[in-house]
Structures are given as structure tokens and as C-alpha cells.
């Protein structure tokens, strides 16, 4: 079964600065994974989508690498404004059969002015 | 197309009630997912349809919870006799390709008094 943990919960740091995120998963048998973003009260907003072949994806300031093998994935977020704050989460589904994403618990980030 | 939707965005309900929530995903996505999540957790997988066809359930759902696709389109999701444990947010995802990823919406947020 696979599960996902991202460490740590919640981070706080001043405007400006770059800051990394990180997920793990214990199944490297993965079809993708997504980063997602999660203001308070709303919905999922997706990131970026690294596919299994894949080892990163870059989007403006932000940047997704793909390790499959230490089944580890990070997000990088260069030059932080106050408007990042907000849970980011990752998730995975399985290279085949069910279409189940399995989630981690989120990393709450807080970018102070 | 805007994007995913759902309706209604909140809903507050007396114990022992039935809610239905509705979700329209993007018009050619033939795949729509329900997912739950609760207070600082991550969303759980609920159920999936491709096209009308519910083709996985999670243990998640109870005999008291059902979801439909009637026509491949927009999905329903019923909670019948709801349980102070119901409250949660509602989320509902879909996607084409398992490659394109996944496109949330703004989620309807449940409150069971």
C-alpha cells in the first residue's frame, strides 16, 4: 500500500528567500505525481506533473524534481512572496490498475513580509 | 470550459439528514473522482467513474454514502442519515489521460450539527 509523508508540516520563512519541500513515497511504482496547492477552505489547485520518466518539471518559480528510485520528490520555491502561503500537497497514483491518488498530509507554508 | 465544478460550496445540515452534492467536471474528461478530506489531512480517495461506469469504491464509502454518473457527465453524490463524522470537505477531481493528471474542484464543504 502505498503512502506518502511530507515533512515538515508547516514551515514558516521571510519573504525572499528559496525554500524546498519534500515528499516521500515507499512505492517507487508510480504512474506520476503531482504537486498541488491549498488555500484555507478551498480546493486543489495543481502545480506541476512530473511523469514516472520524467526527473523534473519547472514552472515560473517553481521547480519539481522526481527521484523514483529514493522515492523522493521535491518542490522548490525560488524567491518567496508573501502569496505562497498556503498547504502544499503532494500525491501519486499507481502505474496501473485502480486510479486511486494516494495523498501526503501537507506541508502548511508561511512566507513572512 | 472553466474548469471543474461544484455545488454547493457549503452545506450545513442536522444530523440524520440526506445532502446531495453535485460536481460537473471539464466536458471531456471522461474520468471524475470523489475525494474527502478532513481537517489537516490530506484528501482520501472516495470513488471513481470513467465515463458512467462506477468502477472503484473505497472501503471509505459506507452503504450510506452512493455516487452517480448518469449520463457521463455531471456526478452526484449522496450521504443519506449524515453523522456529526460526515463533516468534511467534498472534493471532486477528473482528467482525460492518467498522464494529464488530475483538475480539482473548489470542493463543497460539509458541516453535519
Known amino acids: 500500500k502505498q503512502e506518502v509523508t511530507q515533512i515538515p508540516a508547516a514551515l514558516s520563512v521571510p519573504e525572499g528567500e528559496n525554500l524546498v519541500l519534500n515528499c516521500s513515497f515507499t512505492?517507487?511504482?508510480?504512474?506520476?505525481l503531482q504537486w498541488f496547492r491549498q488555500d484555507p477552505g478551498k480546493g486543489l489547485t495543481s502545480l506541476l506533473l512530473i511523469q514516472s520518466s520524467q526527473r523534473e518539471q519547472t514552472s515560473g518559480r517553481l521547480n519539481a524534481s522526481l527521484d523514483k528510485s529514493s522515492g523522493r520528490s521535491t518542490l522548490y520555491i525560488a524567491a518567496s512572496q508573501p502569496g505562497d502561503s498556503a498547504t502544499y500537497l503532494c500525491?501519486?497514483?499507481?502505474?496501473?490498475?485502480?486510479?486511486?491518488?494516494?495523498f501526503g498530509t501537507g506541508t502548511r507554508l508561511t512566507i513572512i513580509p | 470550459d472553466t474548469g471543474v465544478s461544484q455545488d454547493p460550496r457549503h452545506k450545513i445540515t442536522k444530523r440524520g439528514q440526506n445532502v446531495t452534492f453535485r460536481c460537473d467536471p471539464i466536458s471531456e474528461h471522461n474520468r471524475l473522482y470523489w475525494y474527502r478530506q478532513t481537517l489537516g489531512q490530506g484528501p482520501e480517495f472516495l470513488t471513481y467513474f470513467q465515463n458512467e461506469a462506477q468502477l472503484e469504491k473505497s472501503r471509505l464509502l459506507s452503504d450510506r454514502f452512493s455516487a452517480e454518473r448518469p449520463k457521463g457527465s455531471f456526478s452526484t453524490l449522496e450521504i443519506q442519515r449524515t453523522e456529526q463524522g460526515d463533516s468534511a470537505m467534498y472534493l471532486c477531481?477528473?482528467?482525460?489521460?492518467?498522464?494529464?493528471?488530475?483538475?480539482f474542484g473548489s470542493g463543497t464543504r460539509l458541516t453535519v450539527v
Open positions: 477531481a477528473s482528467s482525460y489521460l492518467r498522464e494529464d493528471g488530475y483538475t
Open positions: 500525491a501519486a497514483p499507481p502505474p496501473f490498475g485502480n486510479e486511486k491518488l494516494t
Open positions: 512505492d517507487s511504482a508510480i504512474y506520476n
